[in-house]
């Protein structure tokens, strides 16, 4: 179905391509996963598949891509759209209508699908990926999930013979994620579709997989079986790292697998100390906030406190109310309730006072980024925070980001603008950081490298709020986790207590040892020794 026949891919300015004579096939109803470090070239090789690369990115494309008879080389992706459907990692830029149900039924309208088919398939794809209840909603009131599961809605229901995703759970819930990668598999294995995805969070999907690519960073691809690739792989999900810890030499690709295995060996690892009390004051205190839109609450009744040097997970499904929650937290929403940090009401200040209380990083960090250097950003920081001349970029020295001063943000890696936008905001030396959805698009490094900035941070007497999916995350980072629902906080407590009691929100160490309270990797090979 899918052919790279000694591909090659560079890009102007560049040192050295980014792909590097790679050859490889793909067959019809495979599921392809994609995997490697931020940069490594993984959304290059997906835009090869439907021309985007280079017709639309730039760049020297050598070699040949042959999909489905395609030579992406002599097609544009408009060319190949009844082909290839291509769902990128922000859904927003994709979106051309302004309600769920006209996006879906936009891409069959241009390659002339019949009226009453178009209906029909509308309707089948709304329930496929479980939207039935969106359909007439305006796509910019939806959340950032919510927006994902559209986009791939959107091109499954164009009937391709190749799906192409690119990180296509990171704005999920586990639930929705589980759900839209169920249907996705639903589809390869009923009707041969072909699925390349590029995925930061393998353990979501590495199950499923019937075949790997992983791209070194070095230009060449390693394609093979998904446990022969992630035993020579430098990426390390959970179930590979544990592997590693324990002296597997295969890399079980599913809990029941590894749960099997550690009960036939007598794996048992002694659970961690139960986690001390917070004694640090209280620096954040809020009590009844409720959030509207218009008819719609966003939050109601909200009551949670926050002390210093704390580090806590907010988690819930798509649309539960925790970006809202965050937003009001900050001040930037008319919001009723109280809100105190360290005694005072963000909301009466203005905004530049308000962020030396209590300062937000949203899901999308780049949206903060509008100069044309890291320098410019730096320096525009420091005078909007009153801060001192270059206390942004020691900042980011700090968080161990080194960024050339005339590097312009939209040329950095997911982890580099968060860390930048994170040193912005950090300059006005705020009590309290609001963290929304981190990870997106950061590889295992990179969120344990945010893991470390976060305990530094919180060592120095920060409290910090992070609003996640990433329940690995949420286990490696947070001391303590709220679970919010329609707009409600429904349960609070020590993340081992809350985690390890669900199945939806459980890491993947404590379902392989349940009922031992292990979260991490690192809490199993402790507990070993």
């Known amino acids: 179905m899918i052919t790279f026949d000694r591909v090659s891919v560079r890009y102007a300015d560049a040192a050295r391509p980014t792909l590097d004579q790679v050859s490889l096939q793909l067959p019809e109803g495979d599921l392809c996963l994609v995997i490697g470090a931020t940069g490594s070239g993984k959304s290059t090789l997906l835009g090869a598949v439907n021309g985007l690369v280079p017709h639309f990115t730039g760049g020297t494309l050598g070699g040949r891509v042959v999909v489905d008879g395609w030579d992406t080389a002599l097609h544009r992706p408009r060319d190949m759209a009844e082909v290839v459907g291509f769902v990128g990692q922000d859904p927003l830029r994709g979106f051309v209508t302004d309600t769920v149900e006209d996006e879906i039924a936009y891409g069959m309208e241009q390659l002339g699908i019949d009226p009453v088919a178009m209906r029909k398939r509308v309707e089948e794809t709304l329930d496929l990926l479980g939207i ?66 590029a995925e930061h969070r393998l353990e979501r999907v590495m199950q499923a997989a019937d075949s790997m690519i992983w791209l070194p960073g070095d230009g060449s691809a390693v394609h093979g079986n998904p446990r022969e690739v992630l035993a020579a792989a430098s990426i390390t999900p959970p179930l590979a790292a544990l592997a590693r810890a324990v002296g597997w030499t295969e890399v079980p690709l599913s809990v029941r697998e590894a749960r099997r295995r550690a009960l036939a060996e007598g794996l048992l690892p002694t659970p961690p100390p139960p986690p001390v009390a917070e004694s640090a004051p209280v620096v954040l205190r809020v009590a009844g906030v409720e959030v509207r839109f218009g008819d719609v609450t966003a939050v109601r009744g909200v009551d949670l406190e926050l002390r210093a040097g704390s580090v806590k997970a907010l988690m819930g499904r798509n649309g539960a109310g925790k970006s809202s929650l965050l937003c009001a937290l900050q001040g930037a929403l008319t919001c009723a309730g109280r809100i105190e940090v360290a005694g005072i009401d963000p909301r009466g200040l203005g905004a530049a006072k308000a962020r030396r209380l209590v300062t937000l990083v949203p899901q999308t960090a780049a949206d903060l980024l509008y100069l044309p250097t890291v320098g410019a950003e730096c320096d525009q920081s420091d005078r909007e925070s009153d801060a001192p001349a270059g206390t942004t970029a020691g900042l980011l020295a700090e968080l161990g980001i080194q960024l050339p001063p005339d590097r312009d943000p939209r040329d950095l890696s997911e982890g580099q603008r968060l860390a930048l936008v994170l040193a912005i905001q950090l300059a006005a030396g705020p009590r309290v950081l609001l963290l929304d959805e981190p990870t997106r698009g950061l590889d295992y490094r990179s969120k344990a490298d945010l ?53 939806a929100y459980a890491p993947q160490m404590a379902k392989v040892f349940a009922p031992i309270p292990v979260l991490t990797p690192d809490d199993v090979a402790r507990g070993l020794r």
């Open 132 to 197: 039935a209840d969106l359909r007439r909603r305006p796509l910019m009131e939806l959340s950032g999930g919510q927006q994902q599961r559209v986009a791939i809605a959107a091109v499954l229901a164009a009937q391709p013979r190749v799906l192409v995703l690119d990180e296509p759970t990171s704005a999920l819930d586990p639930t929705a994620a589980q759900d839209v990668l169920s249907a996705i598999a639903t589809l390869v294995h009923e009707v041969g579709l072909t699925v390349v995805l």
């Open 451 to 503: 893991h470390c900035i976060v305990d530094r941070l919180a060592a120095r007497g920060m409290a910090v709020l992070i609003s996640t999916h990433d329940v690995e995350f949420a286990a490696l980072a947070s001391r303590g986790t709220l679970l919010m629902a329609d707009g409600e906080l429904i349960a609070e407590g020590h993340t081992a207590d809350l985690l390890t009691s669900s199945p």
